[in-house]
């Protein structure tokens, strides 16, 4: 049984930063292929980031390329988003994914098995 906890949301104004983290267990970490999702009131579930099982390869959507950062510390089995400048739209639930298949930079949620409760992340103006 994999778990993800996600933890590190709040509240924060806009220009800001936070640092959500995303512990695994139940698994061989770091095996697995993560990323980052966001779901906004109304809206579907959309892809942020993803990381390869060592930490060589990620890849962003275009809406948060340049501030989010992704990274991951195999001995911790955690993997981080560390969100700068941050904009009201980034308002949103951030969900933890991982998956064992090989890495692709896969955006879509069926590309990931496992799947976090989320944290909520709000951004006032």
């Known amino acids: 049984q994999v778990q993800l906890v996600e933890s590190g949301g709040g509240l924060v104004q806009a220009g800001g930063s936070l640092r959500l983290s995303c512990v695994v267990s139940?698994?061989?970490?770091?095996?697995?292929?993560m990323g980052w999702f966001r779901q906004a009131p109304g809206k579907e579930r959309e892809f942020v980031a993803t990381?390869?099982?060592?930490?060589?390869?990620?890849y962003y959507a275009d809406s948060v390329k340049g501030r989010f950062t992704i990274s991951r510390d195999n001995a911790a089995n955690t993997v981080y988003l560390q969100m700068n400048s941050l904009k009201p739209e980034d308002t949103a639930v951030y969900y933890c994914?991982?998956?064992?298949?090989?890495?692709?930079?896969?955006?879509?949620?069926?590309?990931?098995?496992?799947w976090g409760q989320g944290t909520q992340v709000t951004v006032s103006s």
């Open positions: 990381i390869s099982w060592s930490g060589s390869s990620k």
């Open positions: 139940g698994r061989t970490f770091s095996n697995y292929r």
């Open positions: 994914a991982g998956d064992n298949r090989p890495w692709r930079p896969i955006t879509t949620m069926n590309g990931y098995d496992y």
